[in-house]
């Protein structure tokens, strides 16, 4: 009875973030340096508020969460790890490409490209894009990888100007799902939070989880930040979940062809 009670519970919490999920913000990080991560981008209402995270993988897509929709997002913010350094030449147009499938996080497929205006002009210096798995993958358990964004530093905080970044170890699925009590959707990936103090919390979704490829040179976007137990953002009692962007390539792949939804 308390078993099945419990997972009621944790249902509830889901179904509230499906609804109202603002995102991510960053525990225990750092600031990023100012050369690296240059792929970030700040996803943006009509009040010009920063509302979202996400992430360029072509010179006219950016990738976020699909929840992220829910806070009426009209434009994507490029080329600045400081909010308050914008200039409107850094601001860009969007049409969003939702997956079709998405109803809420609970149900998962919590994706969605957005169609830039305009194609960024990528520079060494200014903005580079990321890029996203070739094909479905498994990574190792424990495999540190990293996730950033302007969200809160602690629960109940504010969202902060300056980008930040911090390490997270992958956690076992199996594992995961059974923290979570099996309500987890599918093609999900759990990174930080559960026993680690470090991970991301409401404000800032969307964001990607990184890890570097088998070179160590070459970074790659693994995972879309999507939800964690709400309001348990310093010592978080489950793993962070993330969307798996692995199972949703031919999704991607449609759309970058077509260059629209």
Known sequence: MMHNLHRLLLFNVLMCLGQNALGSEIIKGKKT???????????QNSSNEHICGGFLITPDFVV???HCDGRNPSSVVLGTHNLKKVNETMRYGIKKCKHPSYRNVVKGNDIMLLKLSREAQLSKKTITTIPTPSHEINIQDNKTCSVAGWGYTRTGGNLVDKLQVVNVPLINLEKCQKAWHGILPANVMCAGGYGTKKGFCQGDSGGPLVCEGKDRKQHMAVGIVSFNNKNKCDYPDVPNIYTDISKYLPWIKKILDKRDC
């Open 64 to 66: 976020t969460a699909a």
């Open 33 to 43: 340096n100012k050369k690296s991560m240059l792929y970030m981008a700040s996803v």
